[in-house]
């Protein structure tokens, strides 16, 4: 490292990536993240920050601006015993604790670095469909059955003709790595705990190879594509997830431009540590992590780019991100073999309607133009609970993708949390079939729930004064120093809280507001 170190200036970079020495004093200040984050490893070791974000394979596209110019002394790198990592920041109570998987939130956020937890939490916009997502679900009702014989359930399904445990696969969420050091690993390891499907993504923090190297014999693995502009390097990636045994290709079509996820975004603009130099380059640091990795989309991509693919590959198309029943009907006419309804976790187009309201009509337009039982549909977005999925499947859904939930859990726990989360779910499930009356999974049917109230929205718009005084990131602005002038709150009338029932509670809040 002695000689590394000597070259520690912007003019002569070097940085050592996983025990590879990178010249990288020309590609620095193209750097899209900007120059700065290079500049901090100067002469030195920047691997941990760099696995947050990439993947070694990386450098394969930079070999012209980034040279290797050699290998680090055996002597001078991190010993790696093979064994997964700990995360060890902030406190978190014992696993066994947790009781549901928005608890796991809670303890990810303390686990979680600032910028880490943006990326992963942030909706588009005012956020109205990040919350819509779940809050959906609380408007469908279910219609219990009672007098069954539900001494004996069976939870088993199969998707894509592949068994599965319970109708549930993890969604692809892209750098796992922000989470726990193992990044997908941990995925793998708790979708092969409980037998069901992971799908893998295109903008990991490991590669599909890694991924796949630590399944289980006869685990399946589902590939999520975002199509390249460049369409040698899509076919490329199809190739490699082929070789790699996935048996499904979920094409993510609902992304030509990132949305803009403001809690993500707001991170670019932390100020810098005093002892590190000015930045000339900082490059789109406006767009976030997002748009950062995900410039290299196709904005082109159509339906009849479907075609293509299935000529690139044998592997079933699944078509992610429908949100109407209009293209759901087109999915099917292109030969999808399936879809997913999904508004991208509330990331992308705010006040977009959640999955799980765009559901019956989906199901509905499908059986009309003679779809039903030849392309399998599922959902994702605010599963947090077993009724959630026992509503999706009722509806229509062959299965549901979780995401948040299980990042969550690897956050805290590592491949332990991501187990314990998905048997949260399993047995919340198990318990929505027994107390409706069903023993099988396809005995659950749309008479099981009311879905009257579904269509009806209740939204809390956006009002001056919560950009003013309720957006969280200007506080940390102003606890760094910024200069934000605010005009006081009139004052609250007074209230006699102690009136409701709930006094205590009513009182809490009060007090918070009088206290903003």
């Not at 159509?302 to 693919?309: G, K, P, R, V």
Request: proline share 5%.
């Amino acid at each position: 490292m002695s000689e590394v170190a000597q070259h520690n200036s912007k003019k002569d970079c070097w940085v050592v990536i996983h025990g590879k020495v990178y010249d990288m004093t020309q590609f620095a200040p193209e750097h899209p993240g900007g120059s700065h984050i290079i500049y901090s490893f100067k002469g030195k070791d920047g691997s941990r920050i760099f696995d947050t974000i990439h993947t070694v394979d990386i450098f394969d596209k930079y070999t012209d601006v980034a040279p290797c110019v050699g290998t680090l002394d055996p002597k001078d790198m991190p010993k790696d015993n093979g064994e997964e990592k700990e995360v060890k920041k902030g406190e978190k109570p014992p696993l066994d604790f947790l009781l549901n998987a928005f608890e796991f939130e809670q303890v990810a956020k303390n686990c979680l670095s600032a910028p880490a937890y943006a990326y992963i939490s942030s909706g588009s916009d005012d956020e109205v469909t990040l919350r819509e997502n779940h809050s959906a679900f609380g408007r469908i009702w279910l219609r219990p059955r009672v007098m069954v014989n539900v001494r004996d359930i069976d939870m088993n399904t199969t998707i894509m003709g592949y068994p599965s445990s319970f109708p549930v696969m993890i969604a692809p969420t892209a750098l796992a790595k922000l989470a726990h050091p193992d990044g997908e690993k941990c995925y793998c390891r708790g979708a092969g705990n409980h037998n069901i499907i992971q799908v893998v993504p295109t903008l990991g923090s490991l590669t599909v190879e890694e991924i796949t190297a630590v399944r289980k014999p006869n685990q399946i693995h589902f590939m999520q594509l975002y199509v390249n502009s460049d369409r040698n390097k899509t076919e490329k990636l199809i190739r490699r997830a082929e070789k790699c045994g996935c048996k499904a290709l979920f094409v993510t079509v609902d992304a030509p431009q990132m949305g803009r996820r403001e809690k993500d975004m707001r991170m670019k603009y932390v100020p810098q540590a005093t002892n590190q130099e000015d930045d000339d380059q900082v490059g789109n640091r406006g767009g976030g992590t997002a748009n950062y990795l995900s410039s290299f989309i196709d904005p082109s991509l159509n339906w009849s780019d479907i075609a293509d693919f299935q000529k690139m590959t044998d592997m079933a198309i699944v078509i992610k991100g429908i949100q109407c029943a209009e293209d759901a009907v087109l999915a099917y006419k292109h030969g999808a073999r399936g879809i997913v309804v999904s508004n991208h976790g509330g990331r992308q187009l705010d006040f977009s309607r959640s999955a799980i309201e765009t559901l019956p009509e989906v199901m509905e337009a499908l059986k009309k133009a003679g779809a039903e039982g030849k392309m399998e549909v599922y959902i994702d977005g605010g599963v947090r609970r077993g009724t959630d999925i026992f509503k999706a499947i009722a509806l229509g859904a062959k299965a549901v993708l979780v995401g948040r939930p299980v990042i969550y859990g690897a956050a805290g726990y590592g491949t332990e949390g991501v187990t314990k989360v998905l048997q949260l779910l399993k047995d919340e499930f198990r318990t929505a079939m027994m107390l409706c009356g069903t023993t099988k999974v396809d005995d659950i049917n749309s008479t099981m729930v009311s879905t009257k109230s579904l269509h009806h929205h209740y939204v809390a718009s956006p009002n001056p004064d919560m950009m003013d005084y309720g957006y969280q990131p200007f506080s940390k602005l102003k606890s760094m120093g910024a200069k934000i002038e605010r005009k006081p709150l009139s004052p609250p009338v007074p209230l006699n809280f102690n009136a409701y029932p709930v006094g205590g509670f009513m009182r809490s809040v009060s007090e918070k507001y009088q206290a903003i």
